[in-house]
């Protein structure tokens, strides 16, 4: 069964730090790269942040050198620390494969970034 559970979202001032968590099936995390996605309000979903199966990672260019994405095999959970958060980094941020996402999407957690 196909599982993707993101936590750790929440309300944080600008320039502020946030770390989330995604806990994937096995069917996903075992044989797929783990990508960051996120979707503002009145937007279509973006990457964000990959994490390949060898370990290289990738990031778009708007979140370059403020967020990391890493990962637990042993906990089967990517990771993703958010720093310098800006008021557009507001959005759902959800976890899936890469650099083919499943169909099946998990809830998302909602980042806020507000004073």
């Known amino acids: 069964q196909v599982q993707l559970v993101e936590s750790g979202g929440g309300l944080v001032q600008p320039g502020g730090s946030l770390r989330l968590s995604c806990v994937a099936s096995?069917?996903?995390?075992?044989?797929?790269?783990m990508g960051w996605y996120r979707q503002a309000p009145e937007k279509g979903r973006e990457f964000i942040a990959a994490?390949?199966?060898?370990?290289?990672?990738s990031y778009a260019d708007s979140v370059k050198g403020r967020f990391t994405i890493s990962r637990d095999r042993a906990k089967k959970t990517v990771y993703l620390q958010m720093n310098t958060l800006k008021p557009d980094d507001t959005a759902v941020y959800y976890c899936?494969?890469?650099?083919?996402?499943?169909?099946?999407w998990g809830q998302g957690t909602q980042v806020t970034v507000s004073s």
């Open positions: 096995e069917s996903i995390f075992s044989i797929n790269g």
């Open positions: 994490i390949c199966n060898g370990g290289s990672t």
């Open positions: 899936n494969a890469f650099p083919k996402p499943l169909n099946s």
